[in-house]
């Protein structure tokens, strides 16, 4: 048997058993301590006294006594190499501990416990996140394969619509007419959710795509516009638009679509009033789209509510609307994947503002997959 090795006379080996942050105690075969350093009461709360008076059983967590009481039947024949339990603090808390202890030595067992309470919590938080994103990544290929499901049918059921009512042929009188265009109207809708819901699966999948070329920005701020036409004049809303030559290098297709969700919701809560839309050039070389309406507006208390996944802000004074609640969500993801980014402010009753700031051409690596959402 090795000997211990000689200490220098200046050196005490208890200072070891006094200032270690494990926890050390000496104990028998009944279920009491004997003995305890000051650790535990650094670490529990408890002191020497308190520990060795009761059985060390009164201190652990219930839902792991029957295990801690067959741990230490096996040190009877064994060290105990390796256990976690939980101990009560005495402010009524509790912390894991992780166990290591010699089989008796004279009727004595010799354990040592260490703290793993903050280990522990961050294990936990990290399998959460890890179960959190599997859900949301399996939600996520649940959805963008439904979407492709209904994208074709749909396509197919609007081809129908359109024919039928532009038919020079078709003897439809004002009711039929007035039937067919509502379900133009709503099977419009659920296209447009269906493609939003497909564009939300691909960002939180981190496999959005841009493709860059060169955006004329007037062409296409026109060409908005004059989507948003009828809209418009149906709400008896006047569009007015300012901005200068700025060739961008963007992706036209996102930046197009970013647009028209801020111009529809817009419109849609101004009605009788205006929306305007202004384009001005960043120092940067960038540009910054403000759109502007004097509108509803949105409750200040809310405001950061809005980027939100399926948050809606209808309110009494506007007609409720169809979609989602995804634009905007959409909006400002296709925004910081362009290397910009949208904003918005807005005062209950006074109108809104939302401001599209872009590059004039993404970073480096735009047109790689983004990185997921949840990190």
Request: aromatic share 6%; hydrophobic share 40%.
């Amino acid at each position: 048997m090795l000997e211990p090795p000689a200490l220098p006379g200046t050196i005490d080996p208890w200072q070891f058993y006094y200032h270690t942050n494990d926890l050390m105690v000496i104990g028998n075969l009944g279920g009491r301590f004997l003995a305890t350093n000051p650790a535990w009461e650094r670490t529990l709360g408890w002191t020497e006294a308190e520990l060795t008076s009761r059985p060390w059983s009164d201190f652990v967590h219930p839902d792991d006594l029957a295990s801690s009481q067959a741990a230490a039947g096996r040190l009877e024949g064994e060290d105990l190499l390796f256990f976690e339990n939980r101990f009560r603090t005495r402010d009524g808390g509790w912390r894991h501990l992780a166990w290591h202890a010699t089989r008796p030595i004279d009727g004595h067992t010799y354990g040592v416990a260490r703290d793993i309470t903050f280990q522990h919590h961050a294990y936990e938080a990290q399998r959460s996140l890890r179960h959190a994103t599997e859900s949301s990544s399996r939600k996520s290929q649940f959805v963008a394969m439904t979407s492709h499901e209904m994208i074709t049918p749909l396509n197919a059921l609007l081809g129908f619509l359109h024919r039928v009512l532009d038919h020079p042929s078709a003897q439809l009188d004002h009711r039929d007419r007035a039937n067919l265009l509502s379900a133009l109207r709503n099977g419009l809708a659920l296209e447009q959710l269906t493609r939003d819901l497909l564009d939300l699966s691909k960002v939180e999948a981190g496999r959005l795509e841009l493709h860059l070329s060169e955006v004329d920005l007037p062409t296409l701020i026109e060409e908005v516009l004059a989507d948003v036409g009828d809209a418009a004049n149906t709400n008896a809303v006047t569009l007015t638009s300012t901005c200068p030559p700025l060739p961008l290098h963007t992706d036209r297709a996102r930046v197009r679509q970013i647009l028209l969700n801020l111009l529809r919701n817009a419109v849609a809560f101004s009605a009788g009033g205006t929306v305007r839309l202004d384009a001005t050039i960043e120092p940067h070389g960038g540009v910054t789209i403000a759109i502007t309406d004097d509108g509803v507006g949105v409750d200040p208390a809310r405001l950061s509510q809005i980027f939100e996944p399926y948050f809606r802000w209808d309110s009494a004074k506007t007609p409720s609307r169809p979609g989602a609640g995804l634009g905007l969500t959409i909006s400002r993801h296709f925004a910081r994947a362009l290397g910009g980014d949208l904003v918005a402010n807005s005062v209950s009753g006074s109108g809104s503002t939302f401001s599209l700031t872009l590059p004039p051409q993404p970073p480096a690596g735009a047109t790689m997959p983004l990185p997921r959402l949840d990190g």
